[in-house]
């Protein structure tokens, strides 16, 4: 609990926003590895397909470091919440396989639709309004850059 407060601590100091305050408390990640590739899956995210698409398109096939530079100097909203992700998946990569950061690239991101949430705001006269809150699921697979040239070497 003291390094909860600890690490909300820095955060707070350094001036990051939180990643539940953009995205919400529904957050579910879910973190896998499996050969030399390290996925990471976030699910129910507040946002468009279409503007996380956008974000991603840019991103794909690119290498870690040049996503980060690109990803922390776009202007979107979408951009914070596939930052973390990719934060994840290198962290993953680098100590659960004990890959260089350096020679990861992304092999695989995609955004899919999520749940749409529908709720219905008040208007005059009794009346009600429906109110749609689209949700996306975001997939980003890391692959090294030498092991996965070594096996297309090998076929």
């Known amino acids: 609990m003291i390094i909860n407060l600890v690490v909300n601590l820095i955060f707070f100091i350094k001036g990051i926003v939180t990643y539940h305050s953009l995205v919400g408390d529904n957050l579910m990640i879910k973190n896998s590895t499996s050969g030399a590739e390290a996925k990471v899956l976030a699910q129910h995210i507040c946002m468009s397909v279409f503007k996380a698409r ?12 040049e996503t980060l530079m690109i990803l922390e100097l776009m202007p979107y909203r979408a951009s914070y919440p596939i930052l973390k992700l990719v934060y994840s998946a290198a962290a993953n990569a680098n100590h659960n396989m004990g890959l260089n950061k350096a020679d990861l690239f992304i092999s695989k991101a995609e955004v899919n639709g999520g ?8 208007r005059a006269q009794g009346r009600s309004y429906p109110v749609k809150k689209p949700t996306c699921h975001i997939t980003i697979v890391l692959k090294d850059k030498s092991k996965s040239f070594l096996n297309e070497s090998k076929i």
């Open 115 to 122: 749940t749409i949430v529908k709720k219905l705001r008040p």
């Open 54 to 65: 956008r974000i991603i398109n840019q991103i794909r096939g690119r290498s870690y470091e």
